[in-house]
C-alpha cells in the first residue's frame, strides 16, 4: 500500500463547478499537510497548508481528518486557470520523510 | 531573490556516463532536497541535507551521491548513468520554521539516459 493516496483522476469539470480531491495516508505519525499544485512540465508549488481545525484560501478549503487519516481539497467557481496537477503532501520528523501522492488532474473546461 | 536555480535545464547522457546537477538556493534555507519524478508519478526523495556538512538518503539514493559543502548549493552527482535514472530531478530547500515545512523548488532538470 502506497504512504500517500490520491485518486489519479483526471476530472474533467466546467468552469464554475465545484470539485473536490481526496487524499489518505497510512503513517499515523504523520504531522504536517500540504496540497502543491504542478503545472504541466513545471516545479511544484504550494497552494496551501491543511489544519486539524480546516482552513480556507479564498475559493479553496483544505480539511483534515486525523482519525480517519483523511485529507480534502475543494475547489469552488473552477476557473480555467486551475487547470493543474494537485498534489497531497504528508511530512513526518520519524526519519524527515516528505512523501508526495502521485496527484490528481484537474480539467476545467469552457 | 532568485530563489532555487538548477543547472542544466536538459541534458542526455549516454549509459555509464557520469555529470553532476546543480542547485543553488539564496533564500538561506538549512533544509535542501533532491526529488526525482518519473511521468505519472509523485515526487520520491532521493537526498536531504539539513544544514551544511549534513546529508541523509531518501527513499531512492542508489546510484547517486550528494555533498552540502555550503547553505547555498546542493549538487546531486550521478555516476555511471542508467536508463532508470532517466526522469525529472527537482531541487527544493525549506526553513522549517514553526513546525512547517513549505518547500521550494527549481525548475527542474530533464535527463534523458540513451
Known amino acids: 500500500r502506497k504512504e500517500v493516496e490520491q485518486d489519479p483522476g483526471p476530472f474533467n469539470v466546467p468552469e464554475g463547478a465545484t470539485v473536490a480531491f481526496n487524499c489518505t495516508y497510512s503513517n499515523s505519525a504523520s504531522q504536517s499537510f500540504f496540497w502543491y499544485r504542478q503545472d504541466c512540465r513545471k516545479e511544484p508549488k504550494l497552494l496551501m497548508s491543511v489544519y486539524s481545525s480546516g482552513n480556507e484560501d479564498g475559493r479553496f478549503t483544505a480539511q483534515l481528518n486525523r482519525a480517519s487519516q483523511y485529507i480534502s481539497l475543494l475547489i469552488r467557481d473552477s476557473k480555467l486557470s486551475d487547470s493543474a496537477t494537485y498534489l497531497c503532501v504528508v511530512f513526518h520528523t520519524g526519519g524527515f520523510k516528505t512523501i508526495f501522492g502521485a496527484g490528481t488532474r484537474l480539467f476545467v473546461k469552457a | 531573490n532568485a530563489g532555487v536555480t538548477q543547472t542544466p535545464k536538459f541534458r542526455i547522457l549516454k549509459i555509464g556516463q557520469s555529470m553532476t546537477l546543480q542547485c543553488t538556493q539564496d533564500m538561506n534555507h538549512n533544509y535542501m532536497y533532491w526529488y526525482r519524478q518519473d511521468p505519472g508519478m509523485g515526487l520520491k526523495l532521493i537526498y536531504y541535507?539539513?544544514?551544511?556538512?549534513?546529508?541523509d538518503k531518501g527513499e531512492v539514493p542508489n546510484g547517486y551521491n550528494v555533498s552540502r559543502s555550503t547553505t547555498e548549493d546542493f549538487p546531486l552527482r550521478l555516476e555511471l548513468a542508467a536508463p532508470s535514472q532517466t526522469s525529472v530531478y527537482f531541487c527544493a530547500s525549506s526553513s522549517w520554521t514553526s513546525g512547517d515545512n513549505e518547500q521550494f523548488f527549481g525548475p527542474g532538470t530533464r535527463l534523458t539516459v540513451l
Open positions: 541535507s539539513v544544514g551544511a556538512g549534513i546529508t
